[in-house]
């Protein structure tokens, strides 16, 4: 069984910054992929960057150029650094990895953006 465990969250002003982690319980070298979700209140959860084994990168278009999801394999750990943030940005942001065709999710960190 696989523990995700998000950091990071919190309070920003429009035009700030914040750096989101999920550490997980295990070894990241044999996941498929690792991404991030955001759920904003009455909307559906969505995609928002993934990050393959391979090293691919991609993101919603709302966030190009203004979010980057990275990991460390040594500390079994992802991350995404947000940038440019904008008060759209607010929403509760779920980590996501996959191993093996199975999903595993944290259990959210909140982001809030204000204007």
């Known amino acids: 069984q696989v523990h995700l465990v998000e950091s990071g969250g919190g309070l920003v002003q429009a035009g700030g910054s914040l750096r989101l982690s999920c550490a997980a319980s295990?070894?990241?070298?044999?996941?498929?992929?690792m991404g991030w979700y955001r759920q904003a209140l009455g909307k559906q959860r969505e995609l928002v960057a993934q990050i393959t084994s391979g090293g691919s990168t991609n993101y919603v278009d709302s966030v190009e150029g203004r979010f980057t999801i990275s990991r460390d394999n040594a500390k079994n750990t992802w991350y995404l650094q947000m940038n440019s943030l904008k008060p759209e940005d607010t929403g509760v942001y779920y980590c996501n990895g996959r191993w093996a065709g199975v999903d595993y999710w944290g259990e959210g960190a909140q982001v809030t953006v204000s204007s």
């Open positions: 295990g070894s990241i070298f044999s996941i498929n992929s």
